[in-house]
C-alpha cells in the first residue's frame, strides 16, 4: 500500500493488542498471551475482553478504543462474524497493523467478508496480515504473538510459511534441530500482506542471516521477482513449494501454455532468481541450518578427507551433481598432506586415510587442511570401523570445528554407521555442528553454499530489449478483434514479426489454384504451402502442410490436397486461403514460446523444436524482462544445447542470432499487452554467422476486457 504505516512497526510493534485474550485455558486467546507473557515481550501489551478485568495480571479493556496509548499491531483472535466491527474499531483507534488469526474467510469460501474486512483496513491505511493464520515471532522485541510452542529460541533464520499448520511444527522442528530464528510469519490467506511486504524489511535486517519461505501459491509474482532478485544477492533465500503435480495446468493453444505447467516455470524463475528450492522440509531445515552457521568459502577448491574409497566416491559424485570444484594438484595435495596420512593412504583428493586410521590421523590430516591457504573447504568423511568409540570422535570433530570457524574456513562432517554412529551425529547436531548421516545431505548443503557466493558475485541486471513498431503491431491486433479473433492469421503474424525485425521467408496467401502457381512460379522453388484458417491452429495436425514443392503441378496437387484434408479436420472450418511460402534450407528446429503466466506475468520458452516438442519436452523457461547474460543461461539449460555448439563434425550454430530473436519476442510480449501467448515453432537456426529463420508462427491475443494494465 502506498504511503502505508512503516513495515519496521510491524516486526518491531512497540505497543500490542489481543482482541480476543482470555484467562480461560485451552482458547486461542489464552494461548497468544501465554506465549506473549512468557517470552517477554518489551513493549506494552493490552488484552482486550468485554468482560474488562485482569488477563495473566495485566488490565484488560472493553475494546480498543478505550486504550488511552497508541497501538502499533492488534491480534484479532475472536469468531469471524465479529471480526469486520473490530477491524473498524481498530482503525478509529489508529491502528497500524492487523493480524487477524481468526478463520472462516476466503478459505471456506467467504470470499465477499475478507474482501470488506481489507477494504475497510484500507479506508483506516492500514495493513492486514492474514486471515487464518497462526501468528508472529519476532526477535527484536521478544514478540511470540503466536499459538505455537513456547520458548522459541532466538536465532539468524526467517521463515515465511503460507501453511499454518505446516508453520507450527516448522516452530518444533527448530527447536529440535537446534536452528534459531529471527522471525516467523504465517501469512494464511494473504488478504493484503504477502512475501514481497516482509522481504521488503528482511533483506535489510542484519538480525537475519537466511530466510525460508514455505509457499503454496503466489499472488503478486511479478513483484515478488524483483524481491527475490535483489535480496538473494545479499543474504541466501530457500524456498519449498508444494503442488507439483501438473493437475492444475491447462493446456493452452501454444505448446507454450501446455508446456508451461506451473511447477516447470515455478522451478525455472526461482533458479533465475538466485533462490535455493529444496525438494522436502528435511532438505530445506539442512541447508537454512548450514547457510546460517558456515562461513563462505573464499575459494571454490574444496578437499574431501575420507577414511573409506567407496565413501569418497559417493561424496565425488555427489560434488559433481551439485556443482562444486574438487581440487585437483597432485604435488600441491602430496606436499599438503603426505606427513599427516599413512604412507598407505592416498594424497589424491579425495585424501584416504584408510580405514585403519584413528581420530588422531583424522585431527592430523583435517589440521593440514586447515594450515592450506590454498584449500578453502573440507568435506570430513567417516566410515564406522571395528574400532569405533564415540566420545573421541565427538571431541576431535568439535575441536576440530571450532578451529576451522575460528579461522573462517568451511568444514562439515558425514558420519556412516550403526546405532553409536548415529548418536554420534545426533549428539553432534543438538551441539550446533555440521553433522549429517548421509554424504549426499551434506555435499548438497555445500551445493547451495557455492551457488551463494555466485549470487553475491551477481552484477546488476541490464534489461536486454529491442527496438519494435509497437503503433504498427497495435493496428494489426485491431484489425483480428474487429472481426472477433482471439488469434492472428499467418499473414498477420507475419507482419508482426517484420514489425519486430525478426526474419521471416518470403510468402503470399492464395486464394485459388491460379494465384499459388503464379506467385510460386514467380517466387521460385522449391516452396511450401500451408492452410490459413482461423479455426485450425495446429496446420500439421489437420494434414494442413505441404513441403518441397518443386514445380507447378505439385503446387496444383497440393492446393487441392490441403484444402480436402482441412475440411475433413474440421467440416465448419473458415478457410481463408493457401499460404505460399519459400521452402528454406533445413537448419536445427527450435522453439521460442512467450506467454503471461497467471504468477509471474511475461515468461519466455526455449527447446528444441519441431513436432516432437511436446513429446521431448526439452524446454526451459524465465521471466521477463532479462539481461543478456539469462537469456544464454535459457540457451544452456536444455539438454539439446551442445547441438547448437555442434556435434559429430557439424558446424556450430548461429548462437547470437538466435538470442538476438528471443530478445525480440520477450519484447514483443512485454510492450504489447494485448499479446498472451506467441510460439515460433519451428524456428531454423543455421551455421555461425548464417542466422535463423521463422518456419512457423502463432499469435494469440486477448480480447480487450481481459486485459490488465
Request: charged content about 25%; some cysteine; hydrophobic content about 40%.
Amino acid at each position: 500500500m502506498e504511503n502505508g504505516p512503516d513495515i519496521k512497526r510491524f516486526f518491531e510493534p512497540r505497543s500490542v493488542a489481543v482482541i480476543g485474550a482470555s484467562n480461560v485455558e485451552g482458547k486461542i486467546g489464552y494461548k497468544l498471551m501465554e506465549n506473549i507473557t512468557s517470552g517477554g515481550y518489551k513493549g506494552e501489551l493490552y488484552p482486550i475482553n468485554p468482560r474488562g478485568g485482569e488477563i495473566f495480571g495485566i488490565k484488560a479493556y472493553q475494546q480498543i478504543t478505550d486504550i488511552e496509548g497508541s497501538v502499533d499491531m492488534a491480534i484479532i483472535a475472536i469468531p469471524a462474524s465479529f471480526v469486520l466491527e473490530e477491524v473498524r474499531r481498530c482503525g478509529e483507534k489508529g491502528v497500524s497493523f492487523l493480524t487477524i488469526i481468526t478463520s472462516g474467510f476466503s478459505e471456506v469460501g467467504e470470499s465477499e467478508l475478507e474482501r470488506k474486512i481489507v477494504e475497510t483496513a484500507k479506508s483506516y491505511r492500514m495493513r492486514i496480515l492474514g486471515p487464518n493464520i497462526f501468528g508472529i515471532y519476532s526477535s527484536k522485541v521478544d514478540l511470540n504473538a503466536t499459538f505455537g510452542p513456547k520458548g522459541v529460541k532466538k536465532g539468524k533464520v526467517a521463515i515465511i510459511t503460507q501453511s499454518g499448520a505446516l508453520g507450527i511444527a516448522m516452530i518444533g522442528k527448530t527447536a529440535t534441530e537446534g536452528i534459531g530464528l529471527s522471525t516467523i510469519v504465517s501469512l494464511g490467506n494473504k488478504s493484503d500482506m504477502d512475501e514481497n511486504d516482509l522481504l521488503e524489511y528482511l533483506a535489510n535486517d542484519n538480525s537475519t542471516k537466511v530466510i525460508l519461505a514455505y509457499i503454496e501459491g503466489i499472488t503478486n509474482g511479478e513483484t515478488l521477482l524483483g524481491s527475490l532478485k535483489k535480496i538473494s544477492r545479499i543474504k541466501p533465500v530457500v524456498v519449498i513449494k508444494s503442488g507439483r503435480s501438473k493437475r492444475g495446468a491447462l493446456a493452452a493453444a501454444s505448446h507454450t501454455g501446455s508446456l508451461a505447467g506451473s511447477d516447470e516455470v515455478f522451478d525455472s524463475v526461482m533458479k533465475q532468481c538466485g533462490v535455493f528450492r529444496a525438494e522436502s522440509l528435511d532438505e530445506g531445515f539442512n541447508w537454512i541450518k548450514f547457510l546460517a552457521d558456515t562461513p563462505l568459502p573464499k575459494s571454490n577448491s574444496c578437499v574431501i578427507v575420507t577414511n573409506g574409497g567407496g565413501i569418497g566416491v559417493l561424496a565425488t559424485d555427489a560434488c559433481e551433481k551439485y556443482n562444486i570444484e574438487l581440487m585437483d594438484e597432485p604435488e600441491y595435495l602430496k606436499e599438503t598432506f603426505h606427513s599427516a596420512i599413512p604412507s598407505f593412504g592416498s594424497t589424491k583428493n579425495p585424501i584416504d586415510i584408510t580405514g585403519q586410521s584413528s581420530a588422531e590421523v583424522y585431527k592430523k590430516t583435517l589440521i593440514a587442511a586447515l594450515e592450506s591457504n590454498r584449500i578453502s573447504s573440507v568435506m570430513a568423511l567417516y566410515c564406522q570401523t571395528a574400532d569405533f568409540k564415540k566420545e573421541p570422535y565427538k571431541e576431535m570433530i568439535t575441536l576440530i570445528h571450532n578451529e576451522y570457524m575460528s579461522r573462517g574456513k568451511t568444514i562439515a562432517f558425514s558420519l556412516v554407521g550403526g546405532r553409536e554412529v548415529e548418536e554420534c551425529v545426533n549428539e553432534l547436531k543438538e551441539n550446533g555442528l555440521p553433522a549429517f548421516k548421509g554424504v549426499y545431505e551434506m555435499v548438497s548443503c555445500f551445493g547451495v553454499l557455492h551457488r551463494f557466493s555466485e549470487n553475491k558475485a551477481r552484477r546488476e541486471m541490464e534489461i536486454a530489449e529491442s527496438e519494435i513498431d509497437v503503433e504498427r503491431i497495435e493496428n494489426i491486433l485491431d484489425n483480428a478483434l474487429s472481426e472477433g479473433r482471439a488469434f492472428l492469421l499467418s499473414q498477420e503474424a507475419k507482419e508482426m514479426l517484420d514489425a519486430a525485425d525478426i526474419p521471416t521467408p518470403k510468402s503470399f496467401v492464395a486464394r485459388s489454384i491460379e494465384e499459388a502457381v503464379n506467385g510460386a512460379e514467380d517466387m521460385g522453388y522449391p516452396i511450401v504451402m500451408k492452410i490459413v484458417s482461423r479455426d485450425i491452429l495446429h496446420k500439421s495436425d489437420a494434414g494442413g502442410v505441404a513441403l518441397d514443392l518443386e514445380n507447378k503441378e505439385e503446387v496444383m496437387d497440393a492446393y487441392q490436397l490441403i484444402i480436402r484434408n482441412a475440411k475433413n479436420y474440421d467440416p465448419h472450418a473458415k478457410i481463408d486461403g493457401i499460404e505460399v511460402a519459400e521452402m528454406i534450407p533445413q537448419g536445427l528446429e527450435t522453439i521460442i514460446g512467450a506467454r503471461r503466466d497467471r504468477s509471474f506475468g511475461p515468461i519466455l520458452m526455449f527447446g528444441l523444436g519441431g513436432i516432437y516438442v511436446e513429446v521431448m519436452k526439452d524446454v526451459s523457461f524465465r521471466a521477463l524482462p532479462m539481461d543478456r547474460e539469462e537469456v544464454y543461461s535459457l540457451l544452456k539449460d536444455v539438454r539439446s544445447y551442445p547441438l547448437l555448439l555442434g556435434v559429430r563434425g557439424e558446424e556450430s550454430k548461429d548462437i547470437e542470432e538466435l538470442i538476438e530473436v528471443m530478445i525480440k519476442v520477450g519484447t514483443l510480449i512485454r510492450k504489447v499487452k494485448r499479446i498472451t501467448d506467441i510460439e515460433i515453432n519451428p524456428l531454423f537456426v543455421f551455421g555461425r554467422g548464417k542466422g535463423v529463420k521463422v518456419v512457423d508462427i502463432r499469435i494469440m491475443i486477448a480480447m480487450e476486457k481481459e486485459v490488465s494494465e
